[in-house]
């Protein structure tokens, strides 16, 4: 079976757009690959944390990988911060990389942009997210077009380190799911639909109350005409939502279009609203039982301990290779 590794980090209220651009994917590959999921807690420290905030937001994601449909039956789920070893060959991937290659790096240039000072972990950040791959030796990673850029620098780093120091780590390969893959933000389609914004209006957080999902998406930006058709290039707006429906419903894009043929943006924001709240409501349920029960703690454990497993194994030969005096 082929390895899959990915992680969503705890810095903020997951949304709709991870569910669809990332979770939804999640789920379906737990059946045909082996699969490793983190909570990337480490990741989320790359910019001030409240500590408070950050242990409600860790169990928060966990609780909701699991409500979604992911099994540990299935997949390993565990906090990043629980292996050691992402720590450790994070540090040995940093001394791999080049300036010039973390500078270039789009996601460093745009939070960065406008700061007075930026952490050194921001910078440093795609070092970590090659080891958190590597590790597992994965072949896929699913990943948004956001992300793509790190895992190119992951693969320049598995081909710079097997020619350094012979063949060790598995060059990785990115899915990146043709439709939904990415979800804009409401107010503002030029930008991903972000849970780490401060505007509240520009997201549907997947806790989000039934009344507030409604509120959001009668309030979405959309272009000026009426024409409910699926056109990125020339209706970016009515396109976002127009993906939102398709991955909450039964229904193809072109069946949406159909069926809202001269009906005007109205009617369909109100249709929306109700596919995205019959979507959410279980896992909301389920979310609910799961944090009242307490058994993350049990299944982080035990998440932790099956990515040990792997990682440990490979971050011993990476170390052996490299010249490092083993105990």
């Known amino acids: 079976?082929?390895?899959?590794?990915?992680?969503?980090?705890?810095?903020?209220?997951l949304t709709i757009g991870n569910y669809i651009g990332a979770m939804v994917n999640y789920i379906k590959m737990q059946h045909?690959?082996?699969?490793?999921?983190?909570?990337?807690?480490m990741h989320a420290v790359t910019v001030?944390?409240?500590?408070?905030?950050?242990?409600?937001?860790?169990?928060?994601?966990?609780?909701?990988?699991?409500?979604?449909?992911?099994?540990?039956?299935?997949?390993?789920?565990?906090?990043?911060?629980?292996?050691?070893?992402?720590?450790?060959?994070?540090?040995?991937?940093?001394?791999?990389?080049?300036?010039?290659?973390?500078?270039?790096?789009?996601?460093?240039?745009?939070?960065?942009?406008?700061?007075?000072?930026?952490?050194?972990?921001l910078f440093t950040y795609p070092s970590l997210m090659a080891a958190d791959i590597l590790l597992y030796n994965a072949d896929l990673?699913?990943?948004?077009?956001?992300?793509?850029?790190?895992?190119?620098?992951?693969?320049?780093?598995?081909?710079?380190?097997?020619?350094?120091?012979?063949?060790?780590?598995?060059?990785?390969?990115?899915?990146?799911?043709?439709?939904?893959?990415?979800?804009?933000?409401?107010?503002?389609?030029?930008?991903k639909m972000s849970k780490s914004s401060s505007v509240e209006a520009s997201y549907i957080a997947l806790l989000d109350?039934?009344?507030?999902?409604?509120?959001?998406?009668?309030?979405?930006?959309?272009?000026?005409?009426?024409?409910?058709?699926?056109d990125v290039a020339n209706k970016p707006e009515i396109s976002n939502l127009i993906s939102i429906y398709t991955h909450c419903s039964s229904l193809s894009?072109?069946?949406?279009?159909?069926?809202?043929?001269?009906?005007?943006?109205?009617?369909?924001?109100?249709?929306?609203?109700?596919q995205v709240v019959a979507t959410l409501e279980p896992i909301q349920q389920k979310y609910h039982d799961i944090r009242a029960s307490g058994e993350i703690t049990a299944i982080l454990r035990q998440g932790a301990e099956e990515a040990r497993e792997i990682a440990g194994p490979v971050l011993r030969e990476a170390k052996k290779k490299m010249g490092f005096l083993l105990p």
């Open 48 to 121: 001030p944390q409240d500590p408070i905030a950050l242990r409600e937001n860790s169990e928060s994601v966990a609780a909701l990988y699991l409500a979604s449909g992911l099994d540990p039956k299935k997949a390993s789920i565990f906090m990043q911060s629980h292996v050691a070893e992402h720590a450790e060959l994070g540090w040995l991937m940093t001394t791999l990389s080049y300036m010039g290659e973390l500078e270039r790096m789009t996601q460093f240039k745009d939070k960065s942009e406008g700061k007075d000072s930026v952490g050194v972990g």
């Open 32 to 41: 045909e690959h082996r699969c490793f999921y983190m909570v990337v807690d």
């Open 141 to 191: 990673v699913p990943v948004g077009d956001d992300q793509k850029q790190h895992l190119e620098l992951t693969r320049d780093l598995a081909q710079r380190f097997n020619q350094r120091f012979g063949q060790t780590f598995q060059v990785p390969e990115p899915f990146i799911p043709k439709v939904g893959g990415r979800i804009m933000s409401l107010d503002d389609v030029t930008k």
């Open 253 to 274: 894009i072109a069946e949406i279009e159909a069926k809202y043929e001269g009906q005007g943006y109205g009617t369909f924001k109100k249709d929306l609203a109700e």
């Open 1 to 13: 079976m082929k390895r899959v590794l990915s992680g969503i980090a705890p810095s903020g209220r």
């Open 209 to 230: 109350p039934p009344n507030v999902i409604r509120k959001k998406l009668s309030r979405a930006v959309t272009d000026s005409g009426k024409e409910v058709k699926f």
